[in-house]
């Protein structure tokens, strides 16, 4: 079947005539939709087996971004499509159908999930009526509006099907709105993409003008400012993160103050030439960028095992922090489970040889973990166990149900030194 397609996919288009080459591309993408609603309800099943905790992931999200090596937008996707498919079979029928596409459904769905409450003092048949009948004005309109505008649709809903009941809703609507605002609040910052970070998230209302009440000022156009409204507003946000990290008044982080933390080969920082300098979460940057940093960042020439740094504390202190914590950073890179992509700053240090049983906090029994990951080694079920290799590596043995024949694993996602 796969074959089958690449052969179609492969085929020549150019003699088309131009409304074979539209029902073409409507085919193509009626088909696209059939595979992800295949997809979608397959992810469905897993979740309800718990296949992805099972096999050692936080998440239906994390585990399809390992297992079918997607990007994190896709993965959560096709999760929210999971969700729609699951327990919604006229949904279902609609995707399959070509009536709605994924991201419409994952809109319909949780719009009639949430309105049940808004028709709480209704009778139930007249709530389960409006609840049903929301479900299939909003399948109609989805032959007409994308998900983005279906969403706003969805949050008047009641206006397009009972009127009457819409001003009363209103007000209840609007402080579960702000609640539910504030409970998916959130921030993320994207992997480094050819030397660029994608900040997205969502914040309340309140929080907003917070946020853009301290911008505001650093926003303003000087003369001869080049640069757009949105160059302007990202300088203002790193001026705003500057002005906290001088004023000495964030938490410690690792046992040191909050700082930008550049390691740095000492000669490259005299020089133009030399290898690039590597921050605190693994991302590289030029000597250049790190001299310049110099002015006003902490920067550590680190040599591993140098003289100029502790590396073993031996049992005098349980937690790896200062010299110690940062030179798990530049070895391990990040959380060392093969392939977690958590940087080093989101780790614990953990201890292979137990503390409490003997074991010295020091390089070589130390590896860094995230949360999650640290949880994983410490349950007794999951069967993992870590050694260091002959170069001061870790590795991880798996438990046989992931590998019958128990082959060291390295995390290869973390650049190394």
Known sequence: MGEEAAKLAAAPVWSLADDELIDVLEAAHQLQQTAAALQARLVHQAETRRLPAKQGHRSTTGWLRSLLRIDPQPARELTEGAAAMGGHPELEEAVLDGQVDLRQAA??????????????????????????????????????????????????????????????????????????????????????????????????????????????????????????????????????????????????????????????????????????ATTDTGERVSAETARRLACDARILPVVLGGAGQV?????????????????????????????????????????????????????????LLCRHHHRAVHHPRTGWQIRHGTDGRPDFIPPPTIDQQQRPRRNLYHPRP
């Open 107 to 276: 809109v319909i769905s949780a719009t009639v999930t949430d309105l049940p409450t808004e028709l709480a003092d209704l009778p139930l048949a007249e709530a389960a009526a409006l609840t049903e009948q929301a479900q299939a004005t909003m399948t109609d309109m989805a032959g007409r509006l994308p998900a983005y505008q279906l969403r706003r649709v969805g949050e008047r809903i009641l206006a397009h099907i009972a009127p009457h009941l819409a001003d009363r809703a209103d007000a209840a609507a609007l402080a579960r709105q702000e609640a539910r605002a504030h409970r998916r609040r959130g921030l993320t910052l994207s992997l480094p993409v050819e030397g660029m970070v994608r900040i997205s998230g969502v914040l309340g209302a309140e929080d907003a003008a917070t946020v853009q009440a301290a911008l505001h000022p650093l926003c303003a156009p000087t003369p001869d400012d080049d640069r757009t409204a949105a160059q302007r507003r990202a300088d203002a946000l790193v001026d705003v993160c500057r002005l906290a990290l001088r004023t000495g008044q964030l938490p410690e982080d690792g046992g040191e103050p909050a700082q930008v933390a550049v390691t740095i080969p000492f000669d490259s920082l005299a020089t133009a030439l030399g290898p690039a």
């Open 311 to 367: 590396l073993d504390v031996g049992r005098a202190r349980r937690l790896a922090t200062g010299p110690l914590r940062r030179a798990l950073h530049i070895r391990d890179g990040g959380c060392a489970f093969p392939d977690c992509d958590r940087p080093p700053r989101w780790t614990d240090a953990h201890h292979i040889i137990a503390w409490t049983a003997g074991g010295t906090t020091s390089l070589d029994n130390l590896v």
